[in-house]
């Protein structure tokens, strides 16, 4: 299994319906508001890294994501 952090910037107003568009991919264990320069941390995991990359794909797509940064466990 890999792990991943999708780190998520969102449009203003567009928060809670975008985790719960989120929560609903089967690789994500966890979907968080954080304060800083992202608005979301995105924690999932599948068995490989193309499913990975599959996956940022989707969250980046999503009505409400303005932008996002994928980190994936080396």
Known sequence: MTNACVLVR???GKHTATREAVRKFKEVKEAFFVFGRYDMA???RAQDRNT????AAN?????GVRATETLIEA
């Open 10 to 12: 969102l449009t203003v």
């Open 42 to 44: 995105v924690l999932a």
């Open 52 to 55: 990975l990359i599959k996956l």
């Open 59 to 63: 969250v980046n797509a999503l009505p």
